[in-house]
């Protein structure tokens, strides 16, 4: 690759012109870097490549050399690399801290943040939190496979699950990679290090649980508790709505006897518009909130329509909690002694489907899934159910 300085040909007010850096690889490869040192064209030296005659000019060509030394210095280390995959790695290595895996985190945090992904962003930042509680300083030659081992054994003695350490490892992983993509490291130093996860199952309701919770008898001052069960049996009704969907669910959204969404965890995907028949008893539900609000059908967003994303991200996480809480109240009223969450009715429906003998495609369909594999992953506890009665009620 060439790299080489020269004077650009527009003359500025005060006579000075810019000094381009040049990278070219062939005819279609090339590409500009802009020194921000500007000279007269008596001042630069075309053939050494040096300025001249200038009043800091010793100054001013260590700023040159400098810059050419960095450029020189990725593409070695990048060898092969076109002028643009240079330039980028380049402005990415100027763009973000260099040396500090902390700040470096920090700023995919503030990244995402900026993006609208308030929900990533705050548990990313839960991460970095923790990871500054085990080391204050943190620099990308710090990481390495023993440091992974240690840090995962301080979260273990913390108190840590399994798959609490696994998730704050996953995003350490995502984020060690994205420093590689854009050139900041060369390879992720971490790689090696196996996260491991526990298999646990997934709890449920069964119909006749679901039914004991809906023929409950809430006297009309426990407002709480009666619209977090609204909130759980419309999500059964709704192939497991995630709880954040239903919060965010607008009267413009259910048209005639369809509700057409966009799930919120997978906006960015195809196939996270959904359109979903409503049930009966879904129905029956929306009845009881209608007039409520002018956008939202649900109480957690009433009054949220001219608020941020961050600000609405942040009622729901209180909501969900509230929810949870009150919704153990009532299942405890109703007989159920189960650990239950607004997260267990996506649970709940796909167990009843399977018991139902729905087909894996329309299981799959109902649940919002794109790739069949995401569904037989997300049924095996369910299934792993049905063979256990099949071989008792064969031996038993």
């Not at 854009?182 to 526990?198: A, D, F, H, L, M």
């Amino acid at each position: 690759m060439n790299l080489n300085f020269y004077l650009s040909s527009y003359v500025k007010k005060n006579g000075t012109q810019l000094l381009r850096l040049k990278m070219e690889t062939s005819n279609r490869d090339v590409q500009y870097l802009d020194s921000g040192i500007s000279v007269k064209s008596s001042q630069w030296d075309d053939k050494r490549k040096k300025i001249k005659r200038h009043p800091i000019e010793e100054k001013l060509n260590a700023s040159l050399n400098t810059l050419l030394l960095s450029l020189q210095k990725l593409y070695y280390e990048n060898e092969g690399i076109s002028a643009k995959r240079l330039l980028y790695l380049y402005k990415n290595s100027q763009k973000y801290d260099s040396s500090s895996f902390l700040d470096f985190y920090l700023q995919i945090v503030n990244e995402a943040r900026l993006k609208g992904k308030i929900r990533t962003a705050n548990t990313q930042q839960k991460y970095v939190k923790k990871l500054k509680e085990f080391a204050s300083h943190v620099s990308f030659s710090d990481l390495s496979v023993q440091f992974a081992k240690d840090y995962e054994q301080w979260m273990l003695e913390k108190g840590n699950k399994v798959n609490t350490v696994a998730s704050n490892f996953k995003s350490f992983y995502a984020v060690l990679n994205k420093a590689v993509a854009i050139g900041i490291i060369r390879t992720n130093p971490i790689k090696g290090y196996q996260i491991v996860t526990e298999n646990t199952e997934k709890e449920s309701l069964t119909f006749d649980e679901i039914s004991r919770l809906s023929d409950l008898e809430i006297p009309a001052h426990y407002k709480g508790m009666s619209k977090a069960r609204d909130m759980f049996l419309f999500s059964f009704f709704t192939a497991g709505m995630r709880f954040s969907d239903v919060c965010r669910l607008k009267w413009e959204n259910i048209i005639g006897n369809e509700i057409i969404y966009t799930m919120g965890k997978s906006k960015t995907r195809a196939g996270a518009k959904r359109t979903l028949p409503v049930a009966p008893k879904a129905i029956d539900i929306i009845e009881k909130y209608k007039g409520k609000d002018e956008m939202f059908v649900f109480p957690p967003l009433y009054g949220m329509a001219d608020k941020s994303v961050e600000e609405i991200e942040h009622r729901l996480y209180i909501s969900n909690n509230a929810a949870n809480r009150s919704l153990r109240i009532a299942c405890e009223k109703a007989g159920i002694k189960k650990w239950v969450s607004m997260h267990m009715a996506k649970h709940s429906f796909a167990d009843f489907a399977v018991k139902s003998n729905t087909g894996i495609l329309m299981i799959s369909k109902l649940l919002g899934h794109t790739k069949l594999s995401t569904t037989q992953h997300y049924l095996k506890d369910f299934y792993h159910k049905e063979e256990a009665e099949e071989m008792n009620r064969l031996f038993g």
